[in-house]
């Protein structure tokens, strides 16, 4: 790859230290690096206000760094560690830290592939734990309905039907798989053996773990594609499973909606989200299953 081109240092808020607050910015050869990373991650399609969190993200790293005498490439784990420290006293919420991490370990990443770093620093950065109340695993009547595909419906639009479809899916594939909820938004074709009935999703550290797919969930799948090819949307191609109607992947809050509102459209009333969906499989695929207990997917 041939030399980093420069970029104009985006304006960041500040975050501390003697140089900083001098109106040191970011170092020129972070700024290439940063610039080389969102050029590499623009081609991959990602979303505008996704590049934007990036950028963001790394100039006010980069900025702090600076003002600690240090480069991008040249930060450790416990640095990392360091600045979110001082963003926690500063009191930024634990969603942003999440977001910065995300940030982090998708850069790190890419100046390993690319050969300028041996390791990730950001891949053992942890967060402080967010307090709360844990999702309750959903409940077995409720699980039934939510997993029964919705009776066909020829009167319905296109588009209608094959929102029906992939909603039914990703409920489906929540429970019913060990994938994150990240896993499934960003989930490809590309990862979907339907032969071997199987799904591979990369892990932190860069490696691929396979998961078992239900033969039911295949056929649901399947019907996803499908209907995604004859739904007449502007972008009739997406390498991804459950796009929008751009072609680009959900956000974890449009996931979380759809959740939900599947949910209430199958008369749910209480309160159904990814995470109890995908903690109530997980809880299930633990423990030997008894078939007079288990819950099925079931394709109509």
């Known amino acids: ?7 104009t240092a985006p304006s960041t808020p500040r975050i501390g230290g003697a140089a900083d607050r001098a109106g040191s910015g970011p170092a020129c050869s972070d700024l290439k690096w940063i610039a080389l990373f969102t050029d590499s991650v623009r081609r991959e399609r990602v979303s505008a206000s996704t590049l934007e969190a990036y950028s963001l993200d790394l100039a006010m790293l980069a900025r702090w760094a600076t003002s600690r005498g ?19 006293g500063q009191g930024t919420q634990l969603s942003t830290l999440a977001r910065h991490r995300a940030s982090f370990r998708r850069f790190y990443a890419f100046l390993v592939s690319h050969g300028s770093l041996a390791l990730n620093p950001a891949v053992a950065l942890s967060l402080p734990q967010a307090p709360g109340i844990p999702s309750r695993p959903v409940r077995d009547e409720v699980l039934r309905v939510l997993l029964q595909s919705p009776p066909r419906r020829p009167h319905l639009a296109r588009t209608s039907a094959y929102r029906v479809q992939r909603d039914h899916a990703i409920v489906c594939m929540l ?5 994150g909820i990240s896993d499934v938004r960003l989930l490809r074709w ?29 056929a649901s799948l399947a019907a996803v594609r ?5 739904a007449g949307f502007e972008h009739a191609e997406s390498s991804y499973c ?20 599947w ?11 990814p995470s109890a969906l995908r903690q109530t499989g997980r809880a299930r695929q633990s423990r030997p299953r008894r078939p007079a207990s288990a819950v099925a997917i079931v394709v109509g």
């Open 190 to 218: 590309q990862q979907i053996d339907e032969h071997r009935k199987r799904v591979r999703a990369p892990m932190r550290n860069g490696a691929l773990r396979t998961y078992d797919l239900d033969p039911a969930l295949i």
């Open 263 to 273: 949910a209430k459209e199958r008369g749910q009333s209480g309160t159904v989200t």
């Open 242 to 261: 459950f796009p929008t109607a751009s072609g680009l992947p959900m956000s974890r809050q449009a996931l979380r909606h759809v959740v939900q509102r």
């Open 175 to 179: 429970y019913g798989t060990e994938l």
């Open 1 to 7: 790859m041939g030399n980093p081109t420069a970029t």
């Open 226 to 230: 499908e209907g995604w090819s004859s």
């Open 70 to 88: 240090q480069d991008l490439l040249a930060l450790s784990t416990a640095d990392l560690t360091r600045y979110v420290a001082e963003r926690v």
